[in-house]
């Protein structure tokens, strides 16, 4: 299936998490950014990889992208097949982006 580009700092956040690359990933994200897991959540590098070492990196996350629509003016929501050592199942995940950074990254269904 073919998609749009996505944004940079959205496809290295993306491509990291595929990759197992925590440290790839934490650098998509602002300072302060945040992930919000279903209303849970993680601001800044340290609660981040905190979560992710729990929940989703150290859980082998897999995401194939199966689709992707922007939302809002900064906002884009990518679906995606979950996979791996924890939840698996489709989910969504919408990524704010701020600059060249993700401020946010909320997974929502």
Known sequence: MTHAPLP???????????AGATEDFLAAFA????????????????????????????KQVRLDVTGCHRTDGDTITVSAQVGGNGYNG???F?????????S???ITG
Not at 9 to 16: G, Q
Not at 31 to 58: K, Q
Request: charge should be negative.
């Open 31 to 58: 300072e302060d950014g945040a992930v919000d897991d279903w209303g849970r959540e993680f601001r800044g590098h340290d609660a981040i990889r905190a979560w992710s070492d729990a929940e989703f990196i150290g």
């Open 94 to 102: 919408a990524f704010t982006v701020s600059g060249d950074r993700v």
């Open 8 to 18: 940079v700092p959205v496809a290295a956040a993306l491509e990291a998490a595929n």
């Open 90 to 92: 489709p989910s969504d």
């Open 104 to 106: 946010l990254m909320k």
